[in-house]
């Protein structure tokens, strides 16, 4: 069997076309834009990369998630439900002080997971790990095992829910990544609100094998999980610590 | 449960053709405020909505499916009073009917019985830049 030249690049525009063994049937499958009837796809694996040079000393993000998630506290500190906060690091020994922002590190191997007696704390195909209130029943076992402390209970009754984010007492939370505006193709509150009001310093994409900007990012730029140790493969990575 | 809302709707029947006395427990308000209909038909709605919303619920809470036909934010959309932006309340759509059957439900413990203030544009229409 021979190839002439003709036949030869007609077969390499087919194979660069993204691995089609057949018609519709893909080596490869392309990523595309998810419509509402789709499930969320494992080809997916959102994540966020926050440099914590440019991270100011503001409270943007945590403002924006508590706003767009209708978070709210009653003054009290101790028990008030937490998506999102600053924590501040200082070098005892030469002063140098950072900021940055903490939330759900969307683990790819989460304890809060591993832990759960009805199955109510998952992760989701794109990698977003949830809560599903409906089979929550509030025994906390996530609360202590999250390594970030990311999770909060609601001890108390909540009203002015958001229509996207249904929250009651009784039940764990955290960060949702935004999962709402995810699946409408927005990015989190919290991206949004750092680079408009903020210091540009959170990123958001797809972590996965997709050639993406985030990914892109991480291939050439150094960054960091935090206790990586625990080689939980967080979502959440970051630069300059 | 179901069966139980059955023979109380069919109770209420009985007794609003029948003689004039007033009912021992006031009949629930049903007052459509929007839409011409409703995503099914009525009577498959009034034995199986719990099982639509409970049905669409995991679809969405696991799936990330977000269709609208089947959600409860669709329901508190149309069937919220715009006297009171809810669907609860004395004469509210799901609770006058849910206290009339003696069905408690615990939706809106956590959602929101108000309806979205804007309404959100058809998922399609919005694509990542």
């Known amino acids: ?241 | 449960m179901m069966g139980l809302l059955a023979v109380l709707l069919t109770a209420a029947g009985v007794a609003l053709a029948g003689d004039k006395q007033p009912a021992r427990v006031a009949l629930p308000v049903i007052k459509i405020e929007k839409g011409e209909k409703c995503v099914e038909p009525t009577a498959e709605m009034r034995r199986n909505h719990m099982n639509l919303i409970s049905h669409q619920r995991d679809r969405t809470v696991h799936d990330g499916i977000r269709t609208v036909k089947h959600s409860l934010k669709n329901c508190v959309d149309c069937h919220a009073s715009p006297k009171t932006n809810s669907v609860l309340g004395k004469d509210g759509f799901c609770e006058s009917c849910h206290a009339y059957a003696a069905v408690r439900m615990d939706c809106f413990e956590c959602h929101s019985s108000a309806p979205r203030k804007a309404a959100s544009a058809p998922l399609a229409e919005r694509r990542a830049p």
Request: hydrophobic share 35%.
């Open chain 1, 1 to 241: 069997m021979s190839l002439d030249r003709r036949h030869f690049i007609g077969l390499g525009a087919a194979v660069t076309a993204g691995a089609v063994l057949a018609p519709g049937l893909r080596l490869i499958e392309l990523v595309q834009a998810r419509s509402p009837e789709e499930s969320a796809s494992v080809l997916r694996r959102w994540g966020l990369l926050i440099d914590t040079a440019l991270c100011t000393d503001c409270e943007v993000c945590v403002t924006a998630c508590h706003e767009e998630n209708g978070v709210s506290g009653h003054g009290r500190p101790a028990t008030d439900a937490q998506w999102i906060r600053k924590v501040g690091l200082r070098d005892k020994r030469t002063g140098h002080a950072q900021t940055l922002p903490l939330m759900c590190q969307h683990c790819a191997h989460p304890p809060c997971v591993d832990v759960c007696p009805t199955g109510a704390s998952f992760k989701r195909a794109d990698g977003i790990v949830l809560v599903d209130k409906h089979t929550c029943i509030g025994c906390r076992y996530c609360v202590m095992a999250c390594p970030y402390g990311a999770r909060s209970f609601i001890h108390e009754t909540v009203t002015g829910q958001k229509p996207d984010v249904p929250r009651g007492k009784g039940t764990v939370e955290s960060c949702t990544l935004c999962v709402h505006r995810i699946d409408r193709d927005e990015q989190p509150a919290c991206v949004e609100a750092c680079a408009r009001d903020g210091g540009k310093a959170m990123m958001f994409g797809d972590l996965g094998e997709n050639d993406g900007e985030l990914r892109e990012r991480l291939r050439r730029q150094p960054s960091s999980q935090l206790r990586p140790e625990l080689a939980l493969d967080t979502g959440v990575r970051y630069q300059g610590l």
